[in-house]
Nanobody
């Protein structure tokens, strides 16, 4: 069972990146999936989430209108499209699953309610 986050990098302000969260050993569509981020010297915060099974989305206010979360069940992958990036978006980004529930899981989810975590991918927004 593994969750793999990728797609980070260095980008100029105003640029875009797409993060991927790919699962192996289990199917993501049974879980809500959240993206968290942690900037240097700051606490980790929830950024976005997509619920199960209806794929309702959630965004923290600071990324609304700029980030888009989506699922590709055929690829067993969740994406975070990040546009109009700002220096304050610089952080290590992590994806995490909710706990499994037969009744579905709505967003947002707290860290205490997560199960599997990816290893983190660095996003740096700088000119």
């Amino acid at each position: 069972v593994q969750l793999q986050a990728s797609g980070g990098g260095l980008v100029q302000p105003g640029g875009s990146l797409r993060l991927s969260c790919a699962a192996s050993g289990f199917t993501l569509d049974s879980y809500a999936i959240a993206w968290f981020r942690q900037a240097p010297g700051k606490e980790r915060e929830g950024v976005s989430c997509i619920s199960s099974p209806d794929s309702t989305t959630y965004y923290v206010d600071s990324v609304k209108g700029r980030f888009t979360i989506s699922r590709d069940n055929a690829r067993n992958t969740v994406y975070l499209q990040m546009n109009s990036l700002r220096p304050e978006d610089t952080a290590v980004y992590y994806c995490a699953t909710s706990r499994l529930s037969l009744f579905g899981v709505s967003c947002p989810i707290e860290e205490a309610d997560t199960n599997y975590w990816g290893q983190g991918t660095q996003v740096t927004v700088s000119s």
